[in-house]
C-alpha cells in the first residue's frame, strides 16, 4: 500500500513538470524545460522525501505552490553558516545546499510582503511576547498550575498556552530546535533571529490552503472553550446554522478578494475579520475591523497603533469596515440597530459588572482583606471569572449574535458571581477578617 503511494506520488510530480513545460510553450527541448521549472536539487529533495515523509510530499503535491514550481527548495534553503543550517540529518549526507527546519514569516514575505505586514501590525502578532513579562501569568502556569516541579512545571505552559500562543524557539548546535520549544503550533512563534508569526496556523503546511483558513475550524482550534468561545458562539448564530447547513457545497477557494456573497451565503470568521468583500479590501489584520477590546478587564474603544497595547487599532474606521462587510447582504437599518444592541450590552458589562468588582476589590486589597495568593482567594477567583470568562462571553457572545452565550453563558452567571463576591466583601469589610472560606460558603447560614 505504501509503495503504490509512492509511485502515485512521484507519478504526480512527473505530471507537474510535464504540465509546466507545456504552459511554458516555447520551444526548447522538454528536457531543459523540466530542470528549469524543477530543478535537479528540488526534484532531490521530493524524490527522497516522497519516502522519507511522504504525507508531507503528499500535501506539497496537492498545493498551489506545487503548481506554481515553488519547491521545499524555495522556503527550507538557508545560508550554511546560519544558526537554522542542519548539519548531521541522515539522508543529507549528500546535499549540495544547506536547509532548515525552521521556516521564519520572512521566508514567505519574499513572495507574499503584503501578508507578513499585516499580520505585523495585527494583535495575534503579539501573542506570545505579550506573555513574556506578565510574572503573575508565570505564577499561575509554574507555581499553580505546575506546581513548582522541579522538572515537570513547564508542562501546562508546553501542551497548552504555548500551543495557542506560541513559544521561543531555541535551536542546539546542529540547527534543529529544542524539544522544550517545539513544536509549537501558536500564532506568535518568535524564531533565532527575532522574527515572529506563524502561517502555517490558518492555512496549515504543506498545503497552504485558502479554502481551509477561510472556514471555521481554522480559527476554532484556538478561539474556543470558557474564556473565548468564538466558535461555540458561531455555532450559535444564524450565520453558523446556514454554514451547518449547506456550506459544505459552497465554493471556497477563489483567490483573495474574489470571493463574495454568491460563493458563500453567511459569512465565516474569515469573512467578517479577513477576507475581502465588495470594495472592502482583504487583511491579514485582525485587529482592523475591530471597534472595542472585548477581552480586557475593562473594554475601550480601540485607539492607537503600538501592537503590545490590548487598545491597538483604530475602532471607528473598524467598525466602518465590519459594517461595510454586513452592508453586502443586509439592509443598513438591519445593521445599525445591531450594533446598538451590542454596544449597549459592552457598557453594561463596563458599568455594572467590571466597575464594581474591581473597586470591592480595591477596598479589599487597601483593608489587607485578600489572601496572598489569589488563586486560593474566592473573592479573587469570582473577580477573575466575571471579567475573564463569563464577562468576555457575555460581550463577544453579544457583538457577534450569539444570544445563549449573552446571556446564559454570559450575563447570567456572571450577576450570580457578581452577588456572591458582594457577599464575600461585605462579609470580610464587616468582621475584618477573610475568614477560611468566608461566611456565604457555609449552607448553613
Ligand atoms: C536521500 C534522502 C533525502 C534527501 C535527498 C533530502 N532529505 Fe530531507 N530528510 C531525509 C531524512 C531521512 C530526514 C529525517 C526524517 C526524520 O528524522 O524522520 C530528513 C529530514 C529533513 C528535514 C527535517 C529535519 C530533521 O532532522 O528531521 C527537512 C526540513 C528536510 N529534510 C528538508 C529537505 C530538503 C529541503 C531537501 C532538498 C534540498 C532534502 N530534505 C533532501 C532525507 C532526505
Ligand atoms: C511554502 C513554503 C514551504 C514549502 C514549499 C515546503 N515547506 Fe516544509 N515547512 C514549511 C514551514 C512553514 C514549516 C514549519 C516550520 C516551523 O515549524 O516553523 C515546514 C516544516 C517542514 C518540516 C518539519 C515539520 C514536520 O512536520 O516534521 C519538514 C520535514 C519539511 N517542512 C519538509 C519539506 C519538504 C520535504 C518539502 C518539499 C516537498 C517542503 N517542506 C516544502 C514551509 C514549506
Ligand atoms: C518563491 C515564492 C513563494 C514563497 C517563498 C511562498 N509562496 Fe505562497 N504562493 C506563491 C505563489 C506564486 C502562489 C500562487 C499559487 C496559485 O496561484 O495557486 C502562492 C500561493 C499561496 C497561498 C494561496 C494558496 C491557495 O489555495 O490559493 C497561500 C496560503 C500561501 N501561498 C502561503 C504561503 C506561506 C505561508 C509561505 C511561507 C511558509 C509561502 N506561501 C511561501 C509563492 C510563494
Ligand atoms: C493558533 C491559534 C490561533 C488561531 C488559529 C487563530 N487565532 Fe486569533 N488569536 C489567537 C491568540 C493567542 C490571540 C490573542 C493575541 C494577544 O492579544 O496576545 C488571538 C486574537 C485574535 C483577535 C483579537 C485581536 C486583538 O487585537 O485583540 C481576533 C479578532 C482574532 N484572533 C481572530 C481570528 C480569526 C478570525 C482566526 C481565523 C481566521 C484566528 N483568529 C485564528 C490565536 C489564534
Ligand atoms: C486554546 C488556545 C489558548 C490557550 C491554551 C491559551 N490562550 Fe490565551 N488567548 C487565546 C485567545 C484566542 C485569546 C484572545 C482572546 C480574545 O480576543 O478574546 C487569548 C488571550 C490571552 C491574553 C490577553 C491578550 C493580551 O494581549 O494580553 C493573555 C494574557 C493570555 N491569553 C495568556 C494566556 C496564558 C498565560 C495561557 C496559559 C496559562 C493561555 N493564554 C492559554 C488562546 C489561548
Ligand atoms: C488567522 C489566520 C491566518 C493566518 C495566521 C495567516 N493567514 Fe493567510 N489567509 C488566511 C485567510 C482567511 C485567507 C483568505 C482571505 C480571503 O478570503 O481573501 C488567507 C489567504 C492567504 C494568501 C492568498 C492570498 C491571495 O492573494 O490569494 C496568502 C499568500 C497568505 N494567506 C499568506 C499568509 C502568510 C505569509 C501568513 C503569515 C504572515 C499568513 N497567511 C497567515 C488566514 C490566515
Ligand atoms: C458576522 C460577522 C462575524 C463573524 C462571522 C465572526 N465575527 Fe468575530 N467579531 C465580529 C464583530 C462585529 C465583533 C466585535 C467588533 C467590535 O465592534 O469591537 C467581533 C469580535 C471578535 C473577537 C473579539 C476581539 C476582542 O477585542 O476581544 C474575536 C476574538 C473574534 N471576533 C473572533 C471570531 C472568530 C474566531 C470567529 C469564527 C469562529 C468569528 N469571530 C466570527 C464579527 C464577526
Ligand atoms: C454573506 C451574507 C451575509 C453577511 C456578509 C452577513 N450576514 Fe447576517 N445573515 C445572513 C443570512 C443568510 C442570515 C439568515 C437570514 C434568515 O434568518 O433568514 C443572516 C442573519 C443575521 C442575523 C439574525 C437576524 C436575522 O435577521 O435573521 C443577524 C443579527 C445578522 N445576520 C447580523 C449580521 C451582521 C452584524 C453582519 C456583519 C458584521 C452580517 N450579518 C453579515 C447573511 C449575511
Redesign the pocket.
Known amino acids: 500500500m505504501r509503495n503504490v503511494k509512492y509511485v502515485m506520488i512521484l507519478f504526480g510530480i512527473l505530471l507537474i513538470s510535464i504540465a509546466l513545460v507545456s504552459c511554458a510553450g516555447d520551444s526548447t527541448p522538454s528536457g531543459e524545460e523540466e530542470t528549469a521549472a524543477l530543478t535537479d536539487?528540488?526534484r532531490?529533495?521530493?524524490?527522497?522525501?516522497a519516502?522519507?515523509?511522504h504525507g508531507i510530499v503528499a500535501d506539497w503535491d496537492s498545493s498551489g505552490h506545487a503548481l506554481q514550481g515553488i519547491?521545499?527548495?524555495d522556503?527550507?534553503?538557508v545560508d550554511p553558516d546560519s544558526p537554522l543550517a542542519?548539519t548531521?540529518?541522515?539522508?543529507?549526507?549528500?546535499?549540495?545546499?544547506s536547509?532548515?527546519?525552521l521556516?521564519p514569516p520572512s521566508v514567505c514575505g519574499e513572495c507574499h510582503e503584503n501578508q507578513v505586514a499585516q499580520f505585523n501590525d495585527s494583535g495575534h502578532y503579539r501573542a506570545h511576547i505579550q506573555r513574556i513579562p506578565k510574572d503573575s501569568l508565570t505564577a499561575l502556569v509554574e507555581v499553580h498550575e505546575g506546581q513548582n516541579h522541579p522538572e515537570f512545571k513547564t508542562a501546562s505552559d508546553e501542551t497548552g498556552c504555548m500551543q495557542c500562543h506560541g513559544t521561543e524557539y531555541e535551536v542546539d548546535e546542529?540547527g534543529?530546535p529544542t524539544p522544550a520549544t517545539y513544536p509549537s503550533a501558536g500564532i506568535g512563534n518568535v524564531f533565532p533571529n527575532g522574527e515572529i508569526g506563524n502561517c502555517t496556523v490558518c492555512h496549515s503546511r504543506h498545503s497552504f490552503d485558502i479554502a481551509e483558513a477561510r472556514k471555521p475550524d481554522a480559527c476554532g482550534g484556538c478561539h474556543l472553550g470558557p474564556d473565548h468561545p468564538d466558535i461555540e458562539i458561531y455555532e450559535n448564530t444564524k450565520h453558523g446554522q446556514v454554514f451547518a447547513a449547506e456550506g459544505e457545497e459552497w465554493v471556497w477557494d477563489r483567490p483573495s478578494g474574489e470571493w463574495e456573497p454568491g460563493d458563500f451565503r453567511a459569512p465565516t470568521c474569515a469573512a467578517c475579520h479577513m477576507s475581502g468583500i465588495g470594495d472592502l479590501e482583504p487583511t491579514h489584520n485582525v485587529t482592523q475591523r475591530l471597534y472595542w477590546n472585548l477581552w480586557a478587564k475593562e473594554s475601550r474603544v480601540r485607539s492607537g497603533d503600538d501592537v503590545l497595547s490590548p487598545w491597538l487599532g483604530d475602532g471607528e474606521a473598524g467598525r466602518e469596515e465590519m459594517m461595510e462587510v454586513c452592508s453586502a447582504c443586509h439592509s443598513s437599518l438591519h445593521t445599525t440597530a445591531y450594533f446598538e444592541s451590542g454596544d449597549k450590552a459592552v457598557k453594561l458589562y463596563n458599568e455594572s459588572y467590571w466597575e464594581p468588582v474591581e473597586a470591592m476589590r480595591v477596598e479589599l486589597e487597601a483593608a489587607g482583606l485578600l489572601k496572598e495568593n489569589p488563586w486560593e482567594d474566592e473573592f479573587m477567583i469570582l473577580h477573575y471569572y466575571i471579567w475573564h470568562h463569563d464577562g468576555r462571553r457575555a460581550r463577544q457572545g453579544a457583538m457577534m449574535g450569539a444570544p445563549d452565550w449573552a446571556h446564559w453563558h454570559g450575563f447570567f452567571t456572571m450577576q450570580q458571581k457578581l452577588y456572591r463576591a458582594r457577599e464575600i466583601y461585605e462579609y470580610r469589610m464587616e468582621t475584618g477578617q477573610i475568614g477560611i472560606i468566608g461566611k456565604a460558603t457555609d449552607p448553613e447560614e
Request: aromatic share 0%; with cysteine.
Open positions: 536539487e528540488a532531490e529533495c521530493i524524490e527522497c522525501h519516502t522519507e515523509t519547491s521545499c527548495i522556503c527550507h534553503e542542519l548531521g540529518v541522515e539522508g543529507h549526507e549528500d546535499l549540495a545546499l536547509v532548515s527546519m521556516v546542529t534543529h
